[in-house]
């Protein structure tokens, strides 16, 4: 029971597996798996949706970043916008929805920076970080569980040094700040 993703020429044979928990917004799986080094073992790793977020710059070279709390990590967390891809949809669409969701700022230029794995050892989802430009008033449209969240506009040289003294943590966030800096040509 081999698949594209896990083949002798990719270093794991997946010999069984099932899914283990199936949720709202993710599916654990335990896969009986033949290693690279030829042990046989299991492997835990889930399927969660693609992401976007999106490094929003006003025409004063302020960055917005969101701060909500965080329940995994019990305190709030100060980072840039983003979300689920929500199946069928494109990651540009996503990051301009997600921007005006969280923002009540709608990007008309979105630059894709780069798309990464944020956690690879445990899931093949992507998240796709986006620079938003020429922003334009629109609506918050937050989830019930972005109730609390608030918006926080720096320049973006300042957010940068956030990023870069562990202020703002979360990895996205950090990424998106410093490619954004690089483009736009921050010192």
């Given at each position: 029971?081999?698949?594209?993703?896990h083949?002798?020429?990719?270093g794991?044979?997946?010999?069984?597996?099932?899914?283990?928990?199936r949720?709202?917004?993710?599916?654990?799986?335990?896969?009986?798996?033949?290693?690279?080094?030829?042990?046989e073992?299991?492997?835990?790793?889930l399927?969660?949706a693609?992401?976007?977020?999106?490094?929003a710059?006003?025409?004063?070279?302020?960055?917005?970043?969101?701060?909500d709390?965080?329940?995994?990590?019990?305190?709030?967390?100060?980072?840039?916008?983003?979300?689920?891809?929500?199946?069928g949809?494109?990651?540009?669409?996503?990051?301009?929805?997600e921007?005006?969701?969280?923002?009540?700022?709608?990007?008309?230029?979105?630059?894709?920076?780069?798309?990464?794995?944020?956690l690879?050892?445990?899931?093949?989802?992507?998240?796709?970080?986006?620079?938003?430009?020429?922003?334009?008033?629109?609506?918050?449209?937050?989830?019930?569980?972005?109730?609390?969240?608030?918006?926080?506009?720096?320049?973006?040289?300042?957010?940068?040094?956030?990023?870069?003294?562990?202020?703002?943590?979360?990895?996205?966030?950090?990424?998106?700040?410093?490619?954004?800096?690089?483009?736009?040509?921050?010192?």
């Open positions: 029971m081999t698949d594209d993703h083949g002798p020429r990719r794991w044979t997946r010999l069984s597996g099932h899914a283990v928990h949720g709202e917004h993710l599916t654990l799986h335990r896969d009986r798996v033949l290693q690279p080094d030829g042990a073992s299991t492997y835990e790793h399927t969660i693609d992401g976007a977020r999106i490094v710059v006003d025409a004063s070279g302020r960055a917005a970043l969101v701060e709390a965080c329940y995994p990590l019990g305190e709030r967390l100060l980072h840039v916008p983003g979300g689920a891809v929500a199946e949809e494109c990651p540009r669409a996503a990051a301009g929805r921007c005006e969701e969280e923002t009540g700022w709608r990007p008309a230029t979105l630059r894709l920076l780069t798309t990464y794995y944020p690879p050892s445990r899931t093949s989802a992507v998240t796709h970080l986006y620079l938003a430009t020429d922003l334009h008033r629109g609506e918050v449209r937050r989830d019930p569980a972005e109730a609390g969240m608030t918006v926080r506009w720096m320049p973006l040289a300042d957010a940068v040094s956030a990023a870069r003294s562990g202020a703002v943590a979360e990895a996205g966030s950090v990424i998106g700040l410093l490619l954004a800096a690089s483009v736009l040509a921050l010192p």
